[in-house]
T-cell receptor
């Protein structure tokens, strides 16, 4: 049973518009969440995170929103740029040096 | 620091052969994770170590898979014998884990394995 789900395998957005990537989780024990970005032939790289005590975290063009009651988080990229084209993984964890659980990823294509 | 270093980057082998994947952690990191990426299952955890000790290997698919961490900076993942269904990208990741903190993993570039 998948604990972290990314239901959209792919997303296409025009350059300059907003990209919204969604993620749902089932385990209420998760207390922090992360987004990773992956380019072809490279490993995933950390992008942004949010603690379960917050509902929003912003870093430049990237904002992550957390809705604990719905067990849902989303990543907003504004404005989207062609260099943002990559696979984005949502991940969740429990504090205490335990592994992250990843979703299957969403491939974002930003069209110029 | 050069980051997490994995080798080989690509391996093509025949069914039944032994495969050894290698990983060098970031200096100072104390936790090591092996993940496998496939189209069907995404990124799935195989095994992880804290301070060189294997903590959870429940993700290792079969006895054909084994992992070791002979010292604080190096790990191997071995598949013997390999099968076509083992074809995937294998990622190693490390972190400076703590009992109370969030675990932000740093990944290597991956080893793409193809078993014919």
């Amino acid at each position: 049973d998948q604990q972290v789900k990314q239901n959209s395998p792919s997303l296409s957005v025009q350059e300059g518009r907003i990209s919204i990537l969604n993620c749902d989780y089932t385990n209420s024990m998760f207390d922090y969440f992360l987004w990773y970005k992956k380019y072809p032939a490279e490993g995933p790289t950390f992008l942004i995170s949010i603690s379960s005590i917050k509902d929003k975290n912003e870093d430049g063009r990237f904002t992550v929103f957390l809705n604990k009651s719905a067990k849902h988080l989303s990543l907003h990229i504004v404005p989207s740029q062609p260099g943002d084209s990559a696979v984005y993984f949502c991940a969740a964890g429990v504090r205490g040096n335990t592994p992250l659980v990843f979703g299957k990823g969403t491939r974002l294509s930003v069209i110029a | 620091d050069a980051g997490v270093i994995q080798s080989p980057r690509h391996e093509v082998t025949e069914m039944g052969q032994e495969v050894t994947l290698r990983c060098k952690l970031i200096s100072g990191h104390n936790s090591l994770f092996w993940y496998r990426q496939t189209m069907m299952r995404g990124l799935e955890l195989l095994i992880y170590f804290n301070n060189n000790v294997p903590i959870d290997d429940s993700g290792m698919p079969e006895d054909r898979f084994s992992a070791k961490m002979p010292n604080a900076s190096f790990s191997t993942l071995k598949i013997q014998p390999s099968e076509p269904r083992d074809s995937a990208v294998y990622f190693c990741a490390s972190s400076l884990g703590s009992l109370s903190g969030a675990n932000v993993l740093t990944f290597g570039a991956g080893s793409r394995l193809t078993v014919l």
